[in-house]
Structure formats: structure tokens, C-alpha cells
């Protein structure tokens, strides 16, 4: 984890957006600070919706990483 950064992983695979989405922004509503949450999906609709939703509510995208049959989109909050 990084210094300062409470981290945060959500295993929503089997869930269709925007079902991960709104997972994630309850993590984001339920803490303070900063924050990274990682959305582990395998709904690749989830890699253009995330993102972009994300950053109407202030979110920055960290990464997105494509495992077998998975993706782990991590996005940020830095305050």
C-alpha cells in the first residue's frame, strides 16, 4: 500500500455494468482521504464506463490490467 493511500479491492466479476460502478463509488462514499480501489471485472464494458463516470465524480484513472479473462481498473481519489 502506499504511504497514506487506504487501498481497496472489489471483486465484482459475474456483475455487468454498471453494477461494479456503483460498487465502487460506495467504497469512495464510505471512506475519506485518499483512496485507490481496485474493481476486479470481467465485464469489459466496465473499461470504457468506469473511467469515464469515474471522472464526472472526480475519480482519476490509475490503471487498467488485463489478466485471463479478467480486468483490474484502479481508480483514485486523492483527498
Known sequence: MSEGVEEVTLD???QRCPQPFVEMVKV???TRGR???RVITDDEA???????????LDFELV???EGQGY???????SS
Open 12 to 14: 465484482t466479476r459475474g
Open 63 to 65: 490503471s487498467i490490467e
Open 71 to 77: 480486468y483490474v481498473i484502479v481508480m483514485g481519489r
Open 46 to 56: 466496465c473499461l470504457k464506463f468506469i473511467p469515464d463516470y469515474g471522472r464526472d
Open 28 to 30: 469512495f462514499m464510505r
Open 35 to 37: 483512496v485507490r480501489v
